[in-house]
């Protein structure tokens, strides 16, 4: 297992090497062809094009530098900004690029990575299979090599005879372990290197984190107005216009008391009518504000109320020992409520299964069915919209949703338990 | 018929009170809270509880565990619930126990003296009341999936009827047959949902278990 591992580790070494002397420098001298280019005018046009070649190949390094290695880089971009149509557009996503210091710093990447990280990439994968060529020497190899023309040096061994032969395969094992040994190590260390530079500075970390919230608050207020445009709608067309109704009726019945009670009992039916009407009104707006059960129960048990209206068969596991904050438990009871719907409308699916569980201060929700697959997250099915609500509490959604299903909702939200 | 009260709102266990009082009951406690209600409810042992799920000092289901707990240390206490909403989970854990004396009601149905009364009255005599919602909203998910245990349409609605607490004179003037067809029809359901052979309140509390249970 362990074996297994550097070895792999060994070849995925040889892997980023070749990729690094074909990729980045030929990248690199394409960026620097087509920068230089933009003094007669042409690199306006081709630098956008080779950084957008650039951003790719320095995405691949990061996911590649966390899959492979486990050393996690963030994307340290500047946001895009809406261009405008025609030359001005052109001029701007010029700036644009080279106005970000991470364009730079990726081209200085670029030329480390075709040397110090084509270094450590052969080094990794070498220094193992080195091992293996002095056991081929010493298995026999050595005799025409030697006859040919004087023997071969296995490092410091001159290997011409077998007693050397011998030595060299020692020196082979302890190549072989070495290398072994150190393949992860090396890679890892070469994947750090590369995060130096790929990765945001402080600065820039801090700049993305504040767009981040600028863009996530207004999202809240405008998704906070909307609900309370959407309460007073509500209000002002239902319980209020009961209440008025209800008025109107009893005002009559006062009066039609004496003179047709027959009438006067119609109208009180009438208006206890309404008044249970405009309870049922309320109490579906309140649940759609804050649902009684989510109050009443906190997280889990609301979940379970949720499954248990629903159509489909939900299956609900709650690990959460304590309350949540208010303001997370209410945003995700609505996310799940919103995944459910979207299950019962698009999916197709039987069966819904709903994990909650809060460890090491994240809440994590996993909702699998076992429908059709296909969901998309930009396919409008309100996904999006739950995303972005969460983005507020910095949560964060994740979709896997192959063709023929099963689709799988992974939500999670950093927050704090309180004891119950 | 010794009744205690747990409401915390005052014009609403005022209400309560004179109603009550005027058919007759004897108000032994109104409680506005859940902590005095956990104490009272299994040293007064009323004759039939009526008790609203959200109580101070938390505001969240006190009064529903004080219920819960009453029922644990005197068994078959009659407890009618209150509550601005239902909730099926509610009525699960009310009717878990299988024991019956157990009413979950809407607020609102206080506003028919006579229907809320006579459910007081059922629920002291150890039969259930289960809110017309609580129904509804298991047949508006059921409605898609298998008729529950192979009832047939008739029998489900028999079912209903006899989940919200209605007797079999009740169910037979509602569905305009005669009491013997529904008599036919409940020990059709029993059976097809295998309850033993008890007492036929029990079973009742039981069918309606199963009802709720079925998802």
């Known amino acids: 297992m362990k074996i297994g591992a550097a070895m792999l580790a060994a070849v995925r070494g040889l892997a980023l090497a070749l990729l690094a002397m074909l990729g980045s420098l030929v990248l690199f001298v394409f960026f620097v062809v087509s920068f230089v280019l933009s003094i007669p005018g042409l690199g306006i046009f081709l630098v956008p094009v080779v950084t957008a070649a650039v951003r790719g190949y320095a995405n691949l390094r990061r996911r590649l530098a966390y899959e492979w290695f486990g050393v996690e880089i963030k994307s340290p971009y500047k946001p895009r900004p809406r261009f405008r149509r025609g030359p001005i557009g052109v001029v701007q996503r010029y700036r644009w690029i080279v106005s970000d210091p991470a364009t730079w710093r990726d081209v200085l990447w670029l030329i480390v990575d075709a040397t110090a990280g084509f270094a450590l990439g052969i080094f990794a994968f070498a220094l193992p299979m080195y091992g293996p060529y002095g056991w081929v020497l010493w298995a026999g190899v050595w005799k025409p090599i030697f006859h040919a023309g004087g023997g071969d040096w296995y490092t410091f061994v001159h290997v011409t005879n077998q007693d050397t032969a011998n030595k060299a395969a020692v020196l082979g094992v302890v190549y072989f372990a070495l290398g072994l040994l150190l393949a992860r190590q090396v890679m890892r260390a070469s994947s750090v290197l590369a995060r130096g530079l790929l990765a945001p500075t402080r600065e820039r970390e801090l700049e993305l984190r504040v767009a981040h919230l600028t863009e996530s608050r207004s999202d809240a207020l405008d998704t906070q107005a909307a609900e309370l445009r959407r309460i007073e709608r509500d209000l002002h067309d239902g319980a209020q216009a009961r209440l008025v109704a209800m008025g109107m009726s009893l005002g009559a019945v006062e009066h039609l008391m004496e003179r047709d009670p027959e009438k006067a009992k119609r109208l009180l039916a009438e208006a206890r009518e309404s008044s249970s009407k405009a309870l049922t009104e309320l109490r579906d707006l309140v649940r759609g504000i804050h649902p009684p059960v989510l109050a009443e129960r906190g997280l889990g048990d609301a979940v379970r109320a949720l499954a248990m209206a629903s159509p489909l068969h939900t299956e609900v596991t709650a690990e959460l020992p304590g309350r949540l904050e208010a303001p997370v438990e209410s945003a995700a009871y609505f996310a799940v409520s919103e995944v459910l719907t979207n299950a019962a409308k698009h999916s197709g699916a039987q069966r819904v299964w709903i994990d909650m569980r809060h460890e090491a201060d994240r809440l994590r929700i996993v909702i699998t069915d076992d429908g059709r697959g296909g969901a998309d997250l930009s396919g409008g099915t309100g996904l999006r919209g739950i995303e972005r609500r969460l983005g507020t509490f910095d949560g964060v959604l994740a979709l896997n949703s192959p063709v023929g299903g099963p689709t799988m909702v992974t939500m999670e939200l950093p927050c704090v338990l309180s004891s119950p | ?215």
């Open chain 2, 1 to 215: 018929m010794r009744v205690v009260i747990a409401e915390d709102l005052f014009l609403l266990r005022d209400g309560l009170i004179r109603l009550l009082e005027a058919y007759g009951f004897e108000i032994a406690a109104a409680i506005d809270n859940g902590p005095e209600l956990t104490r009272a409810l299994p040293s007064i042992k009323p004759d039939v509880a009526v008790v609203d799920v959200r109580l101070p000092p938390s505001f969240t289901d006190e009064g529903l565990q004080a219920a819960l707990h009453a029922r644990r240390e005197v068994p078959g206490l009659p407890v009618l619930v209150l509550s601005q909403h239902v909730e099926q989970l509610y009525a699960r854990e009310l009717l878990a126990d299988g024991s019956g004396g157990v009413g979950y009601l809407l607020k609102d149905r206080v506003f028919d003296a006579d229907q809320f009364v006579d459910a007081v009255r059922r629920v002291a005599a150890g039969g259930t009341a289960m809110d017309p919602q609580v129904i509804s909203q298991l047949l508006a998910r059921n409605s898609r999936n298998q008729p529950l245990g192979g009832l047939t349409p008739r029998e489900r609605e028999v079912l209903e009827l006899m989940a919200e607490g209605r007797s079999n004179a009740a169910i037979a003037q509602r569905l305009v047959v005669t009491e013997r067809a529904v008599a036919k029809h409940t020990s059709n359901i029993f059976a097809k949902l295998d309850l033993p052979p008890s007492d036929d309140d029990n079973r009742r509390v039981l069918a309606v278990l199963a009802f709720l249970n079925e998802s």
